[in-house]
């Protein structure tokens, strides 16, 4: 998958979960994955689902090793990128509960 950009506001019909690269699982080294993937300009953002019975259980679910795949897949995709490991990106977490409700938190693993 190469890095590609979209224009900088979503067409009328079009709700930003349907940005270009949503919903793309990108497995990564020692088998990580990224679950979304969106892009808006210059602005890389990768998102990771958690799905439980409430907000909390699913935060719980991410793992410190998980977090080093998720990095270790989203600097594999970033080497793609024209700007390479220097492009503007973050991570974000989309935590799902048991009634479909979702919480995204931006930037979840910045220290």
Known sequence: MRCQTLPEKPQKN???ATMKGA???????AGGEIDLILE???L???VE?????????AALRIS???????FGA????????????MTDCRV???????AGRIKVIENAFAA
């Open 14 to 16: 079009r709700s930003r």
């Open 23 to 29: 919903a793309t699982a990108l497995p990564g080294p």
């Open 40 to 42: 808006r300009g210059k």
């Open 44 to 46: 890389v953002v990768f």
């Open 49 to 57: 689902v958690k799905k439980s019975r409430d907000f909390s259980h």
């Open 64 to 70: 410190a090793a998980q977090q080093q795949r998720i």
């Open 74 to 85: 989203a600097e594999e995709y970033l080497a793609s990128c024209p700007n390479g490991t």
């Open 92 to 98: 974000d977490v989309a935590l799902v509960d048991a």
